[in-house]
């Protein structure tokens, strides 16, 4: 089975590596029980030149797409990662999507002849100008939600998920460890359930990618420019302890609850309430993980009366529970690290 992965400048190079190493201990699976190796790969820039990811670390380009494209036999499988610099203004997305538009037909017509695409966070950018989601949502990081809703406000965005199937589509959230975990689920589809575990067991990683929300926690709201909006977020991060409405924030803005709705909307894709729970719950997170206070006074902490509303809420927004995420990010999962 033959893969084609996708290079270009401001790739991510993490992932591309991951990719390589999740492939090969697939194969070496495969030998190991006794079958033959399933997956070749080729690495194909635009030119046929190395391109040089975020890390610095150059990659060697197999074969340049006109070349690579031109032969009679085409890929099983396009890989496409992360393309875009994560961290990027949306200049510099746009530019990356106009150098990449080359790739358009190649992949449209790669779905037409049935045949598998893996993507990977910021690669859903090319997926949306080759329209090949349909209605599904577009899988990728965090950072990167906002930019995309400006570049196609008609799609959603899915950054709960790490992976997501869509038919022949194959698509990852991002983040290091979310590519070899996508790896693991195209060697289960293709190679079958048992190399799929060994390769995991080879790597040491759980089969199955853990979800994506717990990660969340305290990371990335998209910039902005409306000062009334950043007045109310610094209102709110003042007072988020406190009850407070809505109305109370647009009276002290001067606006009335509607406009402070639309603002909030246009500047950070949420509404002023959302925004708030986000607050509370951030600060719920950074309690669990740095406090031993129990989670009966954390929600009275961050400004909730009611304990099971905000564990539901708190559930809902990183898919765990309190426990369980202190569990996973808390001081005694630290130190047992440590001792480890």
């Known amino acids: 089975m033959k893969a084609a992965i996708l290079l270009m400048d401001n790739c991510f190079g993490t992932g591309i590596n991951g990719i390589l190493d999740a492939l090969i201990a697939a194969n070496y699976s495969l030998i190991k029980s006794g079958a033959m190796p399933l997956f070749e790969w080729e690495l194909v820039s635009l030119d046929g030149n190395r391109v040089t990811p975020t890390n610095g ?27 875009y610099q994560s961290a990027s203004n949306f200049e510099k ?75 022949n589509l194959l698509c990852s959230i991002g983040g290091s ?13 293709f190679a079958g359930h048992q190399t799929a575990i060994n390769t995991a067991k080879l790597l040491m990683m759980d089969l199955n990618a853990p979800p994506a929300a717990p990660y969340r926690a305290h990371q990335y709201q998209p910039e902005h420019q409306d000062a009334l909006v950043q007045q109310a977020q610094l209102y709110l991060q003042r007072n988020s302890s406190q009850d407070i409405s809505m109305v109370e924030v647009a009276q002290e803005l001067n606006i009335s609850d509607r406009q402070l709705k639309r603002r909030f909307a246009a500047a950070l894709d949420c509404s002023p309430l959302q925004y708030l729970q986000r607050l509370r719950v951030n600060q ?19 400004g909730y009366q009611d304990e099971s509303s905000f564990r539901r809420l708190f559930k809902k927004q990183m898919a765990m529970t309190m426990e369980s995420y202190r569990q996973q990010f808390g001081i005694q999962h630290q130190q047992h690290m440590a001792v480890g």
């Open 284 to 302: 719920a997170c950074s309690l669990l993980e740095a406090t031993q206070l129990p989670s009966n006074k954390i929600v009275l902490e961050v």
């Open 177 to 189: 460890m979310a590519y070899e975990y996508l790896v693991l689920r195209l060697v289960e589809r």
């Open 93 to 167: 997305v746009q530019t990356a999507m106009r150098q990449s538009e080359v790739m358009i037909p190649v992949l449209q017509q790669h779905v037409a002849d049935n045949k598998m695409i893996v993507c990977m966070c910021t690669g859903a950018f090319l997926l949306a100008q080759a329209d090949l989601l349909g209605k599904n949502p577009a899988l990728m990081h965090w950072r990167n939600e906002h930019h995309f809703r400006r570049a196609f406000p008609h799609l959603s965005i899915d950054s709960q998920n790490t992976i997501a199937e869509y038919g």
């Open 57 to 83: 670390l150059r990659i060697e380009a197999d074969c340049d797409l006109a070349s690579f494209i031109a032969r009679p036999e085409q890929p099983d499988i396009w890989i496409i990662p992360g393309i």
